[in-house]
């Protein structure tokens, strides 16, 4: 099951501790008051679709009469775009409150200055959109250089330094250092426990973190009893259906599927599905995927008809909510395609295949891995079907581009060259 860090942990932009100063005179100083207040609501604990679509409204409201009077460049303007950046994540749409903390940033660091709170807030939240596409070691360079001017500024226990810390925590885990992960999560743990206690959603958070770096590290029966605990715990204070017990609850999921317990985690996922339906609507970005992985452990369990019709019903909503070129979007109908070849119906794998070939190329580009994939596998369908000189091209084109990406040594290099040394001798008996 796909459970990138981002998806169940880094979620979103802080909760924007603003100040109730005064807006202007007339309708400016009205949407300070009632407006403001509907606009800070904190999403992850609001458990309605609906609570956070009003949210929205109400911080767009606030920008506009900001705006109206002060000016779009004036701070408290600026501020109530974070909120608007903030509403749009609780709804599912990240990619646009992503953009728009991109192209706040610089507005933030001019007018209010560099070390302003709001300013690093705005900076935290930026890298977390940025390792959301990918970490790399600079960007850890990055975050321990923000940790550094936060603790400074902010205080070392302030709660958006200890968010920025498990963002780093994040980041080292999709570096591939999930003991440094652990080991991060668990110094901001302590002080959570020290500071808010154990029963506050931060520290319930950051427990969910360290459920992650311990999976990573293979140690799922821990990892699986740290998450029941949490979600145990999210279910008594914030509900089942609350937004964070939500996220939990997926996780856990995630974790009894990577130790084999299908049946279990499918009836988890029935009900996770259902749930997300109704809080955040069945077009939500996060309700997609928990659809998603119910397929994907329909495919694990052989049910492929169920699989093939959930992913059937899946991939128009991604077309329609994320764009028929988004990566997800792809995927899905990589996973279509696999469960078309799994339950025989090899020629519409083949042809799902090589449509998604072009796609792949399109949105990705001819040598990368993704794209190398869809090579490999229509390869491998196409010689399942005897088609052994249709296939080899393909075979032959994903083989040069992992030998040139990942070295001859990569396990998924040497499948390729298993793959070209089998079609080639079947080629040479024809």
């Known amino acids: 099951m796909k459970t990138p860090p981002a998806r169940a942990l880094f979620f979103g932009f802080a909760c924007l501790l603003l100040g109730a100063a005064a807006v202007g005179a007339g309708g400016a100083m009205a949407a300070g008051t009632e407006v403001e207040t509907k606009a800070k609501a904190n999403p992850d604990v609001g458990a309605k679709a609906y609570e956070a679509a009003e949210a929205l409204k109400a ?50 660091t001019k007018v209010l200055g560099a070390e302003a709170p ?135 999921c995630g974790l009894r599927f990577e130790q084999g317990k299908l049946p279990v985690a499918e009836d988890l996922l029935r009900g ?52 028929a070129g988004h990566a997800e979007t792809l995927t899905s109908r990589r996973d279509l395609a696999q469960v078309l070849s799994a339950m025989g119906a090899k020629e519409a794998a083949v042809k799902e295949y090589r449509a998604l070939l072009a796609a792949n190329e399109q949105a990705f580009g001819a040598e990368d891995a993704r794209t190398l994939r869809i090579c490999f596998n229509l390869a491998s369908t196409l010689w399942e079907l005897q088609r052994d000189a249709e296939a080899l091209p393909y075979a032959q084109r994903a083989l040069e581009g992992r030998t040139k990406a990942l070295g001859k040594d990569h396990e998924d290099t040497q499948a390729a060259q298993r793959l070209v040394e089998g079609l080639s001798r079947a080629k040479e008996k024809m």
Request: glycine share 8%.
């Open 59 to 108: 911080a767009e409201a606030l920008v506009k009469a900001r705006a109206e009077s002060l000016g779009a460049e004036d701070a408290e303007t600026l501020r109530a775009r974070l909120l608007v950046a903030q509403a749009l994540s609780a709804q599912g749409r990240t990619a646009e409150g992503d953009a728009m903390i991109h192209e706040l940033l610089p507005l933030m």
């Open 118 to 252: 709001e300013t690093l807030r705005c900076l935290s939240g930026d890298l977390s959109a940025r390792s959301r596409k990918g970490a790399n070691a600079e960007m850890e360079k990055e975050y321990r250089r923000l940790i550094a001017v936060m603790v400074r500024v902010l205080g070392p226990q302030d709660m958006d330094t200890l968010k920025t810390r498990r963002r780093l925590a994040g980041t080292l885990l999709d570096l591939g250092r999930p003991v440094d992960a652990e080991r991060e999560g668990r110094r901001v743990l302590d002080i959570l426990n020290r500071t808010v206690g154990e029963n506050d959603l931060a520290f319930l958070d950051c427990q969910a973190d360290i459920v992650q770096a311990l999976s990573a590290q293979g140690r799922k029966e821990a990892a699986e009893t740290l998450c029941a605990g949490v979600v145990d715990k999210g279910v008594r204070l914030f509900g089942a259906d609350s937004p964070p017990t939500l996220r939990w609850r997926g996780m856990l």
């Open 272 to 323: 996770l599905v259902r749930d997300m339906t109704q809080v955040h609507g069945a077009e939500h970005a996060e309700t997609l995927r928990f659809q998603e992985d119910l397929c994907l452990v329909l495919a694990a369990e052989g049910k492929y008809g169920e699989a093939e019709k959930g992913y059937r019903s899946l991939i128009p909503l991604k077309e329609r909510v994320l764009g």
